[in-house]
């Protein structure tokens, strides 16, 4: 079982940038895919960006292609959502989540455990 704690949100002006950050426990945090999904008020729960458990391999949806970069580092247990040029759209509660399939999962239910959020507001 891997229990998964975001930190980094906060409150930034729309052209800034952000990371957030993802802490797994549990001594196999290399063999899962690490995933990150935002929801905003009102709205479903969405695929951000995923990674490998190497890291060798990520995914974005692709309003954030070229703006936000997924990362991990495993000897830390900790994966990564850089996020720059923000735009107000970005607003939402962004959410860690591992999976143990083989693949890099972009749906909400091919993942196995899910951290309890950070909430990240950009400013117009």
């Known amino acids: 079982q891997v229990q998964l704690v975001e930190s980094g949100g906060g409150l930034v002006q729309a052209g800034g940038s952000l990371r957030v950050s993802c802490a797994a426990s549990g001594r196999t945090f290399s063999s899962y895919r690490m995933g990150w999904f935002r929801q905003a008020p009102g709205k479903e729960r969405e695929f951000v960006a995923a990674i490998s458990g190497s890291g060798g391999t990520t995914s974005y949806v692709d309003s954030v292609k070229g703006r936000f970069i997924i990362s991990r580092d495993n000897a830390k247990n900790t994966v990564y959502l850089q996020m720059n040029t923000l735009k107000p759209e970005d607003t939402a509660v962004y959410y860690c989540?591992?999976?143990?399939?083989?693949?890099?999962?972009?749906?909400?239910?091919?993942?196995?455990?899910w951290g309890q959020g950070t909430q990240v507001t950009v400013s117009s």
């Open positions: 989540a591992a999976r143990q399939g083989l693949r890099l999962g972009r749906r909400v239910e091919e993942y196995d455990y």
